[in-house]
C-alpha cells in the first residue's frame, strides 16, 4: 500500500507520457467545457475488440462523490483532449447532454448496433 | 457489494456486448498462443489521448498470481481478437516475447517516442 499512497499525481504523469495514457488512468479523466468549467469525468472507455479503436466515453456526469451519478455515453469524437486543462472538452451544454442516453448507476446497457446507433444518432446530429 | 458477487462473468457479457468491450474490462483478459495455451493475460492497454486508438496492449507474462510478473507491451496489431478462446492471439514464441522490452512489477516505464519505437522495431522485424 505504502508506496502508491497520494501518488496518484505521480502515477498520471508517468502513464501519460506523450500522447499515451494508460486505459486504467483514462477513467477518472476530467471533461471540462471550452471555457474550462468542469462538467464531469470519464467512467470508462468502451473499445473495439477488433479495431483497437475507443468508440464512446462513458462520461459521468451529476452526483456527488459517486453517488446518484448518470453515466453518458459519447462518441469519442467529440471529446478533444486539452493539454492546459489536462482533461477533455466537450462542446455540448449540460442540458443536452442531460437529455442523451444514459444509464443509472446500477445499470449496465446493452452494447448492441442498436444502442451505438442512438448514440450516434444523438450526437452526430448535434449542431456544435 | 452484493449485487456483484460472483457476477464476474455476467459482467463480463454485458460489457462485451458486440465488437465493444469496456476498457475496465480489457485489463486482465487472456492471450493465447494459436493453439489456444495461454501466454499470459492484458495488464494495460496504451490508449493515444488523441487519436483515441489503442496503440499497445501491456502483456502480463509469467509470475503466479500477480507475483513476480513482468510486463511485456507489444504493438496492438499483434493481437488478433478470438471468439472461440474469448480472448486474444498473440503468435509470438514465447522467447521471443521474454526478450523482448519489458518492465518489472514496480517499474513504470517512460512512455515517450524513443519506448514506443522500441517495441514497435523489436516486433516489427518478427516474422510471424
Known amino acids: 500500500m505504502g508506496q502508491y499512497a ?15 495514457i494508460a486505459a486504467s488512468k483514462v477513467n477518472g479523466t476530467n471533461i471540462y467545457n471550452p471555457d474550462g468549467e468542469s462538467l464531469g469525468s470519464i467512467y470508462d472507455v ?14 459521468a456526469f451529476g452526483g456527488f462523490l459517486g453517488i446518484g451519478e448518470d453515466y453518458h455515453p459519447l462518441p469519442w469524437n467529440v471529446l478533444k483532449y486539452n493539454e492546459q ?6 462542446d455540448i451544454s449540460p442540458d443536452r447532454l442531460k437529455q442523451g442516453p444514459a444509464f443509472h448507476q446500477n445499470e449496465t446497457p446493452e452494447w448492441s448496433a442498436g444502442y451505438g446507433g442512438e448514440i450516434d444518432d444523438y450526437y452526430g446530429k448535434t449542431i456544435l
Do not use: P
Open 6 to 20: 497520494g501518488t496518484t499525481s505521480t502515477d498520471m504523469a508517468q502513464s501519460e507520457h506523450g500522447n499515451l
Open 85 to 90: 486543462f489536462g482533461g477533455y472538452v466537450v
Open 46 to 59: 468502451m473499445i473495439d475488440k477488433m479495431t483497437g479503436r475507443v468508440a464512446y466515453a462513458v462520461m
